[in-house]
């Protein structure tokens, strides 16, 4: 067929180059496990489709020709040329471009999304590392963009730790709506030769089979799901990356310089753009639902472009975008350097233990809350009109503006006082800090122990299916078992 000159720049040629770069070998894959799933029928001359693929994988695909439409049709055809149009027939009983195409697509996500999940795990890692390191590193602690309370820098990236657990968690489970086989559904309505779709699913390393054939050939909600987990993972991380920015911006988190720039007019800059960079990354993350829910919007149910080769090169972007984002962030945290002293300096007048100064009146039985409130308060705004600070608070100042003089008063303006009696459940004493580590530590572990193992199972699946797929065949059937 010859199509016309601007269909074959923009869809073809397009189609055809990204599946030659990033798909080739998973419909090698698909069709090595149709080929089987067929010769354990006993279809004629389907185990020498079989090992026709394994020959011709050896190979690389040509470029695109423009006579032949995509990769599949490009198989087909060196297929029939090389061995003949018995086998290459045998190889399309009963199999559409549907499923086949869907089954590379939900593969090659697959791939791309245990990376991402490594790439999580390990700026986790870093962050409980760090976060163990820093237990007793105070940091001023903000809300509503104003000093607000002590904390440890320790505390701080702990809690993002826990915040990103479940990031991991929701990209956990987009894998595992994305990590089911829908090969032998055929157009829609399944294969009319009755190839046994588990096998299928699990030579091919996936984690189950999508159960109705008509929807595996017409959801797109994999990719939606993908893209919205990828989404809320960046908002997630742009709160570490503004924090960041904020402390590199006063001093107390200096990124090192292989991974900053200079100015081409002020010799005395070294910027921190890694992290700019990893911003905008974030940035592209954010617009992927809007692009994945218009291509699926308001599609009929069933096969279309829009949501099946429509959302591979987005989705390849937004993979991407998001590999580089945390591997970039996990690097900035590794190389460069928190500055204690900055991170405290909002600890100095000693304004944000305001708070611990109420509590220490009430459950000293001093005063009832509502009246040491007041009194504190009252104190504060004397010591601003007269351009003091907490810090310099003595015993008779307390007397004068609290009616208490008790050196214990004192004592609750000291930060680390503060952390000490916060010994709930992850909270930011010690024992509290200590307690969590342990748990995060341990929660981490059972996840990248199960990471492993999804990827041994693919990784040892498709080893089997390129390197002895006949042995495939060695199988019990369903019927024998």
């Known amino acids: 067929m010859r199509w016309h000159n601007l269909y074959r720049r923009w869809v073809l ?46 190979e690389p695909i040509p470029g695109f020709s423009g006579q032949l439409e995509d990769i599949f049709f490009t198989i087909d055809f060196h297929l029939r040329e090389r061995f003949g149009y018995e086998v290459a027939g045998a190889l399309r009983r009963g199999l559409s471009r549907n499923d086949l195409d869907l089954t590379v697509f939900r593969a090659y996500a697959c791939e791309r999304l245990l990376r991402i999940l490594t790439t999580l795990s390990d700026l986790r890692r870093e962050l409980l590392s760090l976060g163990q390191t820093h237990r007793q590193t105070l940091l001023t602690a903000y809300t509503h963009h104003r000093p607000a309370q002590p904390t440890t820098l320790g505390h701080y990236l702990t809690g993002v730790e826990n915040l990103l657990s479940r990031d991991y968690q929701r990209l956990r489970a987009a894998f595992q709506t994305t990590d089911k086989c829908p090969l032998g559904a055929s157009t829609l309505a399944g294969s009319p030769y009755p190839v046994d779709r588990k096998a299928l699913a699990r030579w091919l390393g996936f984690g189950g089979t999508l159960e109705h054939t008509y929807d595996a050939i ?29 402390w590199a911006e006063q001093g107390g988190f200096l990124v090192a310089e292989k991974i900053s720039q200079g100015s081409s007019i002020m010799p005395q800059k070294v910027n921190p753009v890694v992290l700019e960079h990893v911003r905008g990354f974030l940035a592209e993350l954010m617009g992927g639902p809007t ?24 989705l390849r972007g937004l993979f991407y975008a998001a590999e580089g984002a945390v591997a970039l962030l996990r690097v900035a945290l590794q190389e460069s350097r928190f500055v204690p002293e900055v991170l405290a300096q909002g600890l100095a007048d000693r304004s944000v233990l305001a708070s611990e100064l109420v509590d220490a009146l009430v459950s000293g039985r001093y005063l009832t809350l509502a009246e040491a409130y007041p009194r504190v308060q009252g ?11 907490v810090a310099e608070l003595g015993l008779d100042d307390l007397h004068s503006h609290l009616g208490f003089g008790d050196p214990e008063l004192l004592r609750a303006l000291e930060p680390e006082r ?16 200590a307690a969590y580590l342990d748990y995060a530590l341990q929660r981490l572990r059972l996840e990248r122990l199960e990471l492993k193992e999804l990827k041994s199972r693919r990784r040892k699946a498709l080893r089997i299916l390129a390197q002895n797929p006949l042995g495939l065949l060695a199988e019990a059937s369903p019927q024998a078992r």
Request: glycine share 8%; aromatic share 10%.
């Open 13 to 58: 040629q397009r189609h055809f180059r990204f599946a030659k770069e990033h798909l080739a070998e998973h419909f090698f894959d698909a069709l090595m496990a149709y080929a089987l799933g067929l010769a354990r029928l006993g279809i004629p001359e389907a185990k020498e489709a079989a090992w026709a693929l394994s020959e011709l994988r050896k």
């Open 218 to 246: 017409a959801a797109g909600d994999w990719a939606l799901e993908i893209a919205y987990a990828l989404a809320g993972m960046a908002t997630s991380l742009s709160r570490l990356v503004a924090d960041l920015l904020f």
């Open 291 to 314: 692009t994945l829910g218009h291509l699926n919007y308001s599609t009929p149910f069933g096969d279309v472009n829009d949501h099946g080769p429509a959302v591979l090169e987005p």
């Open 379 to 389: 104190m504060l705004r004397q010591l601003s009109r007269e351009g003091r600070t």
């Open 418 to 433: 503060f952390l000490a009696r916060r010994k709930v459940l992850g909270g930011a004493a010690p024992e509290a800090q």
